[in-house]
């Protein structure tokens, strides 16, 4: 789960981390408001959307000339900046073609100026098994770049996630990353609020770019972006309160309340399979034989009738898919019950384009008996003897 820029700030301060004065907004009149509460000075108008790249962004149907993150000192410029943020469409790199909707603003005192911007964040290392804070000298935009043209410029510290980062070790790396005297000190705290968080909350990510050195001497949390590991949801209340749908796809959302994985994609093969790693290979065979998957959905080893049936219905509920890939493996549940829950999803539901079945398992003649026997019931269903088989079909058929 994603939160807001001022979300993540909000629980960085509360962690005692130092952030720079904002205030959230939703309207023209309400950014104005915001900049004379902010005493007049300069601001940065900030669209809030879950994607990054804001700043590199564009407006589409607008002929503005900035991204999602503009910079001004004339009051009179506030609520026209504000209007096109709250009008038009956000197009990064990270929401494709149709952008993103904005609906808040937060607009940030930016009266001192960034004069060095570093990167800070945590995330789990898998190939050790333990958090990590990773942070560089040289933050910002183009930190992703940096990452992949200069690895050996991020740091690394292993945390110990039964006692969080410790004070020597934000220490150490504040003077790693060039911080001296009072500014290492205020580097640490920030650095021992962003383990705090990232640890108490369960986060899967919880990063701050830029961190900045001001011109004022301060070093501030300037941006902040932190995503949360869904399977923990349940112990943070409040954290499940800060979800914002809106910024969601709708069918996702659907697939979760019916405790199915989806995931949208932007193919013209829907995929219903049984397994995560399967359905990753469902994907890697239709890309091989000249397909485009249109979603990743794993219904889990337990395929019930009700869950095909809402499965189908959020596949189907996707206007470019032009057919179906089922690739079940029955184990937990039987192929023959498989079969009936198909069966019965496509009388349900109704197949409007060609659906191809590939079934191994326990019971799969009985399966196969099934399916035939509905065939002149669903006659845009049709079977395959083999995963290679069931994906020359079905790109055949999409086309």
């Known amino acids: 789960m994603k939160i807001h820029e001022y979300q993540a700030k909000e629980l960085l301060a509360a962690a ?4 720079p004065k904002g205030l959230v907004v939703a309207t023209p009149e309400e950014a104005l408001q915001a900049f004379d509460q902010l005493g007049g000075k300069p601001v940065v108008i900030k669209a809030q959307i879950h994607a990054g790249g804001r700043g590199k962004g564009k407006f589409a149907g607008s002929n503005a000339d900035f991204g999602g993150v503009k ?3 004339k009051r009179e410029d506030v609520p026209k900046i504000a209007e096109v943020m709250l009008k038009y469409p956000l ?12 609906s808040k603003l937060l607009i940030v005192d930016a009266e001192a100026k960034i004069e060095r911007e ?3 964040g945590m995330v789990l290392d898998r190939s050790i098994g333990l958090p990590i804070v990773m942070a560089c000298a040289e933050g910002g935009v183009d930190i992703e770049e940096i990452a ?6 991020i740091l690394k510290v292993p945390i110990d996630p039964r006692i969080g980062l410790q004070p020597f070790q934000a220490r150490k790396l504040a003077f790693a990353l060039g911080f001296t005297g009072e500014q290492a000190a205020q580097a640490e705290s920030i650095l021992m609020a962003l383990s705090r968080v990232y640890l108490d909350k369960d986060c899967s990510l919880a990063e701050i770019n830029p961190l900045g050195v001001m011109s004022t001497g301060e070093v501030l949390a300037v941006d902040a972006k932190i995503t949360f590991d869904d ?3 349940f112990r943070h209340p409040e954290i499940v309160q800060l979800r914002d749908e809106s910024e969601e796809n709708p069918a996702e959302i659907r697939a979760a309340k019916a405790n199915l994985s989806y995931i949208s994609l932007t193919g013209n093969i829907g995929c219903l399979v049984n397994g995560a790693g399967l359905a990753m290979s469902t994907m890697d065979i239709i890309k091989y034989h000249g397909g485009s998957p249109a979603n990743f959905l794993d219904v889990g080893g337990g395929v019930t009738a009700e869950g095909a049936i809402e499965a189908f219905r959020i ?5 470019s898919v032009k057919g179906i890939l089922v690739n079940i493996f029955g184990g937990i549940a039987k192929c023959d019950l498989i079969a009936e829950a ?3 999803a496509g009388r349900e539901v109704g197949f409007r384009v060609p659906v191809v079945v590939r079934l191994e398992g326990t019971n799969v003649e009985r399966a196969r008996e099934i399916l035939a026997a509905a065939q002149k019931e669903l006659p845009t269903m049709q079977t395959a003897t083999d995963l290679t088989d069931a994906a020359k079909k079905v790109v055949a058929a999409a086309k």
Not at 315 to 319: A, H
């Open 118 to 120: 570093v990167y800070v």
């Open 148 to 153: 992949a043209k200069s690895p050996e410029k």
């Open 71 to 73: 910079f001004t000192t």
């Open 342 to 344: 198909l069966v019965k």
């Open 91 to 102: 197009v990064t790199k990270q929401t494709g073609e149709e952008g993103q909707k904005v």
């Open 315 to 319: 596949i189907l509920s996707d206007s």
């Open 231 to 233: 399977n923990a949801l």
């Open 16 to 19: 005692g981390a130092a952030v």
